[in-house]
């Protein structure tokens, strides 16, 4: 099955400010998933990102605060924007694979706390 | 709008039981049910999928059930052990490919020693 290296594996950041987290897979894949979970909850999808297309973005979820990047089949970013404490969380990336009965391989995660 | 349940937020159990596991949903007609296992501070991790036309799905020492009549997917550990101790989350998956993936709130097992 995919790997999937998922950077930072965790942040402090000072609000206001933004964060960048990678996801990098080691074969091509046509859509990757970006969550987040927040402490104590289920995961959320944030937004679909399709190489060589916009994201697409789940509702409560907007570009301006989260902006995605999918520049080639292995790798994507995702941006957090102008952070609060609200942002504090778990982000995740995920990829499907035809080869795992359709189940979605995740990232370690990136566990961020804003202060 | 979409609802999923996971039947409580946590459950204890003796290892060597068979621990059993509820996900019901609402307002949902999945094409495909999964299970995920998730550690704390780790990624969930899939188990299984089971398709709407299937009754039950095996793989080792899990079994997992699909009612589309219910709404209801049933997720059984047989001869649990303390290693199976985790966060399980049901995830409805609709027709479409990539359409609005939902993971239900989880439940936190624990198996005695």
């Known amino acids: 099955s995919a790997v999937i290296s998922q950077k930072p594996s965790r942040d402090i950041c000072q609000r206001g400010t933004s964060l960048t987290i990678q996801c990098q897979v080691d074969?091509?894949?046509?859509?990757m998933f970006w969550y987040r979970q927040q402490p104590g909850q289920s995961l959320t999808l944030i937004a679909t990102?399709?190489?060589?297309?916009?994201?697409?973005?789940e509702s409560g979820f907007v570009i301006d605060k989260f902006p995605i990047s999918r520049p080639n089949l292995t790798f994507s970013t995702l941006t957090v924007s102008n952070m609060s404490p609200e942002d504090s969380s778990i982000y995740l990336c995920?990829?499907?694979?035809?080869?795992?009965?359709?189940?979605?391989?995740f990232g370690s995660g990136t566990r961020l706390t804003v202060v | 709008s979409q609802k999923i349940e996971q039947n409580s937020e946590a459950l204890n159990i003796q290892e060597g039981k068979t621990a059993t596991l509820t996900c019901n949903y609402t307002?949902?007609?999945?094409?495909?049910l999964q299970w995920y296992r998730q550690d704390p501070g780790r990624g969930p991790v899939f188990l299984l999928l089971?398709?709407?036309?299937?009754k039950e799905k095996r793989k080792e020492r899990l079994k997992v059930t699909f009612d589309t009549t219910l709404k209801q997917s049933l997720f059984h550990i047989t001869a649990s052990q303390p290693a199976d101790s985790a966060t399980y989350l049901c995830?409805?998956?609709?027709?479409?490919?990539?359409?609005?993936?939902?993971f239900g709130p989880g439940t936190r097992l624990s198996v005695l020693p």
């Open positions: 995830a409805p998956q609709g027709h479409n490919y990539g359409q609005n993936f939902v």
């Open positions: 995920s990829v499907e694979e035809s080869d795992n009965a359709y189940g979605y391989t």
């Open positions: 307002n949902y007609s999945p094409a495909y």
């Open positions: 990102a399709n190489q060589g297309s916009e994201a697409t973005y």
């Open positions: 089971i398709r709407e036309n299937e």
């Open positions: 074969s091509q894949v046509t859509m």
